[in-house]
């Protein structure tokens, strides 16, 4: 099976990893054709291993203990993130220059009767659709800046999550099925 994981929290001030120390800390682990995409914490693999939780933890524990700090963990495969792209979650989006359109990837399911669409407080963040473990948030730039997915994003789709913007998962989709074919 191949995998893609989704990493939070790498490469971010305090936390540097060189890609070639990360793909060794997968291969470690008897994963194989390990490859990694753009210094954001993607990483493809395949193994045999069928209990995504387990092969999840596995993952995150043994990065915990060679980096020294906790990185969340979202595994999904090829044909999710097709079926993800498929939905084509933001159709329906005027997109302007202070908005990006971002997909939200869980390790804990989202709970499935939230009110959509949802704005945070500040109203920086539009939660606009989900799946059961992936939500289509519109982020909306305050000076240019992004917002902070302390707050109102953890509150609502938990704190093991990582973000992407939208064409950079489909980028990675194709870079996915690139390696292997």
């Known amino acids: 099976m191949l995998y893609v994981a989704f990493l ?30 753009i210094q954001s914490g993607n990483v493809f693999f395949e193994t045999d291993e069928t209990d995504r939780a387990a092969l999840a ?4 524990d043994h990065l915990a203990d060679a980096l020294g700090y906790s990185v969340a963990v979202c595994l999904r495969t090829v044909p999710e993130l097709e079926a993800l792209i498929a939905l084509d ?7 302007t ?21 949802l704005l945070s407080p500040k109203k920086d963040m539009e939660i606009i659709g989900t799946t059961k473990y992936d ?15 302390k707050g109102f994003q953890e509150g609502v789709l938990g704190r093991d999550a990582t973000t992407r913007f939208f064409h950079t998962v489909v980028k990675i989709l194709a870079a996915a099925k690139k390696g292997a074919a």
């Open 135 to 149: 939500a289509f948030v519109v982020w909306h730039l305050v000076n240019g800046k992004a917002p902070a997915a």
């Open 57 to 60: 933890t596995r993952i995150g």
């Open 8 to 37: 939070r929290g790498l490469n971010v001030p305090g936390r540097s990893v060189k890609m070639e120390r990360l793909r060794g800390l997968f291969t470690e682990l008897g994963l194989t054709s390990v490859r990694s995409y």
């Open 89 to 95: 979650p933001f159709k329906h989006v005027t997109v």
């Open 97 to 117: 220059d202070d908005m990006r359109c971002c997909v939200v990837f869980t390790s804990e399911r989202i709970d499935p009767d939230l009110a959509l669409p």
